[in-house]
């Protein structure tokens, strides 16, 4: 049997927000945006605070506390700032999307305007690397995403809109070659969620089953990874990747 879907076709994971602190005295994550898709953040625990800078150029500080719940569109820069032990789960729509190169890091002008120097700067070291060297590399590209953020304000605190413009032009341009295979993702996945849901409120409204018989449980078992933000347990909702947790087939 087929396994079901995720909810909404959005993915879930748990982030210890990192506790290295940058250059500007704040510790936490990566300041980056996602180009489309939407994220939530769940606090469980410790505390801690969301910067973010919207679409127009306002900046705003939420404190976040556990039980908070704080959600924002796609093209808002966000840093995740740990003032002890903060601890989310991270909602994001499209899943599959943001490890395809949907979010953009702050790095610098000069690193943007190149998709070369971009990639240099956004990878990580593959599994031969330690853990030590690892975490080293996650916080050192955190740190020029500091860099580039920070450049984003004028002397008197405000965002300078023209630099704001610019880093979304930049953004645009080095996810577009990508849109294609992002389609499809989302044609295979959160529009065709979707369209199920249509196609049982179409069998409710003619008296049918909406197909309650083929109802199924999936679980999933989290990986830990370095993300952008902190230490990941990702959890894999892909169909194929969900365990059918009565040991039947899927």
Known sequence: MTAPAFPGATSVSALEVYDDVAADGLAGGTPHLHTVSAEAYLVVGGRGRLHTIDGAGAFAELALAPGDLVWFAPGVIHRAVNDGGLDVRVIMQNAGLP???????????????????????????????????????????????????????????????ERLARLHEQAAALVARRAPEWRARWQAGALAVARETGERLDALAAGRDPGLGAARVAAASGTPALGMCGRLHRYDTSIDATIDPTGGDR
């Open 99 to 161: 490890e395809a190169g949907d979010a953009v890091m702050t790095f610098p002008d000069a690193v943007l305007a190149d998709p070369g120097r971009y990639a240099d700067a956004a990878a990580l070291p593959g599994d031969e690397a330690s853990d030590v060297e690892r975490l080293a590399a996650a916080v050192a590209r955190r740190d020029l995403a500091v860099e580039g953020y920070r450049a984003l304000f004028r002397d008197d605190g405000a965002v300078d809109r």
